[in-house]
């Protein structure tokens, strides 16, 4: 089964310098101002998840090669170093870059520490790929032999979902097959898809996806999934009805609000949820009641995953405790993660909110700088 990470080190990756063995909890909301390095602690997970799926060099080619990883640039970061821990496990490699502007692993290892001692497993050195899913894959290899099964299964169920792409090209807009249900894709490609599985196999869930819509956008009754054959295969579309009415409404007379609360939703309340799951700004077009409902899936999520959310709303912080809230800052251009502690918060947060003392500036790392 995988597990979520609870411990974090990074080093020369984007704008953080150095991350020590930070800690991450079952519920993590970063915040901070514009630039500060929560979309480059997300986007870290990005990479990981290139680098167990064999597609790094992809990722790193589509971003505009290795240097744009590196922390200030070549020059000053010679490399990149992560180290994961996450149950009994523990992941760690480095990252160089080569003259032709790609990375190239200069290490790469595995580790386990249980009740019957320490194992470490090398991985090797010089390849551009990482080893773990080619062990993982290798002929014999279940659950039980070895450590790069555990790992792989692990750091590969992380995943980061992108709701932010609702334009009328979407993929999330047009119909899909419905062959693709397994699970719920990153930008919600086959949501239509996914949702008619769940009608048909788990309507328990699918009636908590439909309810949660309906408290953010009230005139919204159900979805429309209609199979249709097209070109050999069967296709589906995000068609809705509203209350009142059965008339089928097309997907672009959703609004991107709504579309997105409805990714946001199905993510949330998917039957079988990544160990850890991370959400780059997902209050993008929410009305603030919607905020409120959107704080309650999150906070329920955390209790079956690891939940970790990259936010600048005042209004989505307010619906949680300090501890949940890590505030990310510059110092001298490097990313900076604190916790906040009520302990600290204790007085001001008897005359203001969560919220309300970071857009004042109590909470460092507000969002106005001086």
């Known amino acids: 089964m995988p597990d979520s990470l609870d411990r974090l080190t990074v080093r020369g990756f984007k704008s953080i310098r150095s991350l020590e063995q930070f800690e ?9 101002a514009n630039g500060a390095g929560k979309s480059n602690f997300v986007s870290l997970f990005t990479l990981l998840r290139a680098i167990v799926m064999q597609e790094l060099e992809l990722l ?7 240097d744009i990883q590196l922390y200030l640039g070549p020059k000053t970061t010679k490399k990149i170093e992560v180290e ?15 003259a032709d502007n790609r990375l190239v692993f200069s290490d790469e290892r595995v580790f386990f520490s249980g009740d019957f001692g320490n194992k470490e497993r090398p991985l090797g050195r010089g390849h551009f790929e990482s080893r773990l899913k080619d062990l993982k894959d290798a002929p014999g290899v279940t659950a039980e032999h070895g450590i790069p099964y555990h790992v792989f299964d692990s750091v590969g169920s992380w995943t980061v979902y992108h709701f932010h792409d609702t334009s009328e090209s979407a993929a999330v807009r047009r119909k899909g097959t419905t062959r693709d249900y397994e699970k719920l894709r990153p930008d919600a490609a086959n949501l239509a898809a996914f949702l008619l599985h769940l009608r048909e196999r788990n309507p328990q869930k699918y009636e908590l996806i439909r309810e949660s819509v309906r408290l953010v956008a009230p005139f919204f009754d159900d979805f429309k999934l209609r199979p249709e054959e097209l070109a050999g295969d069967t ?13 089928p409404f097309h997907p672009s007379q959703l609004s991107d609000g709504t579309l997105r609360f409805l990714c946001m939703a199905t993510a949330l309340l998917q039957p079988h949820l990544p160990a850890t799951m991370l ?36 209004t989505l912080i307010d619906h949680f405790e300090p501890e949940d809230v890590v505030v990310v800052d510059r110092d001298e251009g490097a990313s900076t993660f604190r916790r906040l502690n009520s302990r600290g918060l204790e007085e001001w947060l008897k ?5 309300e003392l970071w857009e004042k500036n109590v909470v460092e790392g507000g969002p106005v700088h001086e």
């Not at 994961?84 to 080569?98: A, D, K, V, W």
């Not at 589906?236 to 009415?245: I, T």
């Open 24 to 32: 991450l909890r079952k519920l993590n909301i970063l915040i901070g």
């Open 60 to 66: 790193v080619k589509k971003a505009g090669g290795a």
């Open 235 to 247: 296709v589906v579309q995000l068609e809705w009805s509203q209350r009142g009415s059965d008339y």
């Open 84 to 98: 994961l821990r996450f149950g009994l496990n523990r992941y760690q490699f480095s990252l160089e870059p080569t």
């Open 351 to 355: 005359q203001y909110s969560l919220g």
């Open 279 to 314: 959400f780059d700004e997902p209050e993008l077009g929410l009305h603030p009641y919607a905020l409120g409902v959107l704080a309650g899936l999150l906070q329920q999520a955390a209790t079956q995953a690891q939940v970790i959310v990259s936010t600048q709303s005042a």
